[in-house]
């Protein structure tokens, strides 16, 4: 039996649902959103540089994308595998764990891009 093909289109539509729901669904994906928002606003308000924002971007697509992947295994191993067992826990753990890596590494560049600009504007501030 051959499956059915997707237009492109369809498949785009597929995929921004499964977005959405993630966002609807996930707590973990609320946070991530409201983390993204508020550095989004702050890049805006200190005027990051084009780089800034591709650098900002990246990390945050790459932490929302580790978090939906983080959501999915999760969704299909508690399909699979309803009750507890620690095996599952296991690749639960590090299916976080990447989530966790991803976040650290976006924090940290978060950090070295921002904080020097709150530094110059507190200082341009208390002067």
């Not at 650098?55 to 959501?71: D, H, K, R, Y």
């Not at 070295?112 to 504007?121: H, N, S, V």
């Amino acid at each position: 039996m051959s499956r059915p093909t997707q237009t492109t289109w369809q498949s785009f539509k597929v995929a921004t649902l499964g977005i959405y729901q993630f966002l609807l669904s996930d707590y973990h994906g609320k946070v991530h959103l409201s983390i993204a928002t508020f550095t989004c606003l702050s890049g805006i308000y200190l005027g990051l540089s084009k780089i800034e924002w591709l650098i900002v971007a990246l990390c945050i697509g790459m932490v929302f994308s580790a978090e939906m992947i983080n959501a999915a295994i999760e969704k299909l191993c508690d399909l699979v595998q309803p009750k507890f067992d620690a095996r599952v826990k296991v690749i639960k753990d590090i299916s976080a764990g990447a989530v966790l890596v991803v976040s650290l590494i976006a924090g940290i560049t978060g950090i070295a891009i921002f904080l020097p600009k709150i530094i110059t504007l507190t200082r341009a501030l208390t002067q």
